[in-house]
């Protein structure tokens, strides 16, 4: 199985503040790397996709960046709804069954 | 609009067979690329990969779990049925059914709201 390795593990941050989570594929995925958001309770959301898309609806603060081994997730200006009630930033990579997602980032308010 | 919808029993005892059942709308299971795929989430930990079935009935599964999964699909009633036998406490979990797009990356684009399985006598 392909290992995901995400950092840092948790975070804490204020509005306004410029975030960057990064992760890690145990081999090349080229560019199968997808990041989510999930907020407490709530399913998963897709922020971005093939490392860099951007999904439909998402804020442009949201960027994706990465290929092969090396990934990373940028909120450029952290906003209040980005950690309500900590949210959570998981990697997944689709380049071989299993697919597999990171141990998550967890955001929270300073 | 794209909806998803997981259900099945909330309480399933050890050694039991779980089964779920995740009715979708707004897109169809017969569309070239597209699958439907399970995920959990144990309290506070974080999301597993189980099992997909795309359009073309190729079906894959987390070899960890390869053994207890079963995962199939009704076309025309819009449903994707997993089942899981001999269930543990450690299978204890929310568990998900998300649209594999046909996009760059197949990534899970849709959700359903999940569904709390509990393993315990």
């Known amino acids: 199985d392909i290992q995901m390795t995400q950092s840092p593990s948790s975070l804490s941050a204020s509005v306004g503040d410029r975030v960057t989570i990064t992760c890690r594929a145990s081999?090349?995925?080229?560019?199968?790397l997808n990041w989510y958001q999930q907020k407490p309770g709530k399913a998963p959301k897709l922020l971005i996709f093939?490392?860099?898309?951007?999904?439909t609806g998402v804020p442009s603060r949201f960027s994706g960046s990465g290929s092969e081994t090396d990934f990373s997730l940028n909120i450029s200006s952290l906003q209040p709804e980005d950690f309500e009630g900590s949210t959570t930033f998981y990697c997944?990579?689709?380049?071989?069954?299993?697919?597999?997602f990171g141990q998550g980032t967890k955001v929270e308010s300073k | 609009q794209i909806t998803l919808k997981e259900s099945g029993p909330t309480l399933v005892k050890p050694t039991q067979t779980l089964t779920l059942t995740c009715t979708f709308s707004?897109?169809?299971?017969?569309?070239?690329?597209?699958?439907v795929g399970w995920i959990r989430q144990p309290p506070g930990k974080a999301l597993e990969w189980l099992a997909i079935?795309?359009?073309?009935?190729?079906?894959r599964y987390s070899p960890s779990l390869k053994s207890r999964l079963t995962i199939s699909k009704d076309t025309s009633k819009n449903q994707v049925v997993l089942t899981m036998t001999n269930m543990d406490p450690v299978d204890t979990a929310t568990y998900y059914c998300?649209?594999?797009?046909?996009?760059?990356?197949?990534?899970?684009?849709?959700w359903g709201q999940g569904t709390l399985v509990t393993v315990s006598s």
């Open positions: 998300a649209r594999a797009s046909h996009i760059a990356a197949r990534p899970f684009d849709y």
């Open positions: 093939a490392a860099s898309s951007l999904q």
């Open positions: 707004g897109f169809s299971l017969s569309t070239s690329g597209v699958g």
């Open positions: 081999q090349n995925i080229i560019t199968y």
């Open positions: 997944q990579q689709t380049y071989i069954t299993p697919w597999t």
């Open positions: 079935i795309y359009w073309n009935e190729d079906k």
